[in-house]
């Protein structure tokens, strides 16, 4: 895709600007950030060899990030409302990362309490303990597990091959009213509901 086509690459630059002033977390967070963009945008890993030093929580929780701006909800939302189900190293490097940008994150006791989200990472932990992921209309379930797009989850965060995929189940997408970018749906693993036999050890935690 010609750079033309890609204006979060100029977002990228600025983001980009700066980093010597910031803590190295974030430095390293903001260049995680950058390494998704352009994949999302050029439909490869650029600097790969860095990308693949970096752990696959760090680049789960920018993908799980990076999403919303890939996504169309069926209401109009001001501001969405980012949810964590669970506390592991990809909620907690999520949870940071938004408070850093001034974005609203809440931390779920129940999953009966993902109707107020727009966008809800489900950790491993806690989707083992369920039989169903809830499919509610403008909600975007996210998840690491083998099963979680067989019980009705939405984009599963896969590793093949030293690097993080999203796997996205439309049948359940297309349930709760989302759509999805067609720059997202280039980079990512259509999958039926079934198809999970790649996944399980290989995902991050």
């Known amino acids: 895709m010609q750079s033309r086509n890609c204006n979060q690459s100029k977002l990228t630059l600025k983001l ?42 760090e680049i789960s929780a920018v993908y799980i990030y990076r999403f ?11 501001k969405l409302t980012f949810c964590t189900f669970g506390t592991d ?42 039989t169903q992921i809830p499919i509610e209309k403008g909600v975007l379930t996210i998840g690491t597990d083998n099963a979680f797009l067989d019980k009705g989850g939405m984009i599963e965060l896969r590793s093949i091959n030293n690097k993080v995929r999203p796997v996205i189940a439309l049948p359940s997408v297309k349930k709760s009213e ?23 050890k290989n995902h991050a935690k």
């Open 89 to 130: 190293n990809i909620a907690l490097t999520l949870s940071r990362l938004l408070k850093a940008k001034n974005n609203k994150i809440v931390t779920l006791t129940n999953i009966s309490q993902i109707a107020q989200c727009q966008i809800a990472y489900i950790s491993r932990q806690k989707e083992v303990g369920l």
């Open 16 to 57: 980009l600007v700066g980093l010597i002033d910031k803590p190295y977390h974030f430095c390293r967070l903001y260049f995680i950030y950058a390494v998704v963009t352009l994949s999302i945008c050029a439909h490869t890993i650029v600097n790969k060899a860095h990308a693949n030093s970096v752990a696959d929580y």
């Open 68 to 78: 919303s701006q890939f996504v169309t909800w069926p209401q109009q939302n001001k």
């Open 178 to 200: 989302i759509t999805i970018s067609s720059k997202l749906l280039k980079i990512a693993i259509l999958a039926s509901v079934n198809d999970t036999q790649q996944g399980g």
